[in-house]
């Protein structure tokens, strides 16, 4: 897996860097396994994420992690396990259709309008790749 990351979350999209994720979770492709700190509601709502070279990766999620010492005193956050599904790649058109229903989280960081007008001026059946992404992330 190569960063930076293109991560959907519940609604929206984010993009995680290696640093974001020795913060806040930890990503084991190798092993297939991405563990994130969840949210008030209890879950960290992952859905899939996009490499930087444009290949697709589902997530499953296999439930919250048994709550450690720091985590019942609440001095650390809970975290979500997911398995990470095998590498994939995707065409626009898939990609664009699983962005359909998401909206931008902040004004300030239109990541899904900013992708929904980059994939519209590509052929459908394109596949995404680093190109794709280096333009996205602005490399």
């Not at 991560?7 to 979770?25: D, S, Y």
């Not at 700190?37 to 589902?58: C, H, K, P, S």
């Not at 790649?89 to 989280?105: C, F, W």
Request: net charge neutral.
């Amino acid at each position: 897996m190569k960063f930076p990351l293109l991560i959907c979350r519940r609604r929206t999209l984010f993009i995680g860097v290696k640093k974001f994720f020795e913060r806040i979770g930890n990503i084991d492709d190798v092993g297939g396994l991405l563990d994130m700190n969840v949210t008030v509601e209890g879950q960290a709502f992952l859905r899939w994420i996009i490499d930087a070279d444009g290949m697709l990766y589902d997530l499953t999620s296999m439930g919250v992690l048994p709550a450690t010492l720091a985590q019942t005193l609440r001095l650390q956050r809970r975290r979500e396990r997911y398995r990470i599904a095998p590498a994939r790649q995707v065409q626009v058109g898939e990609i664009a259709h699983r962005i359909a229903d998401l909206e931008d989280e902040f004004a300030e960081a239109p990541h899904v309008s900013d992708l929904q007008v980059q994939l519209s001026r590509l052929r459908p059946e394109q596949i995404v790749d680093r190109d794709v992404m280096k333009e996205f992330f602005g490399e």
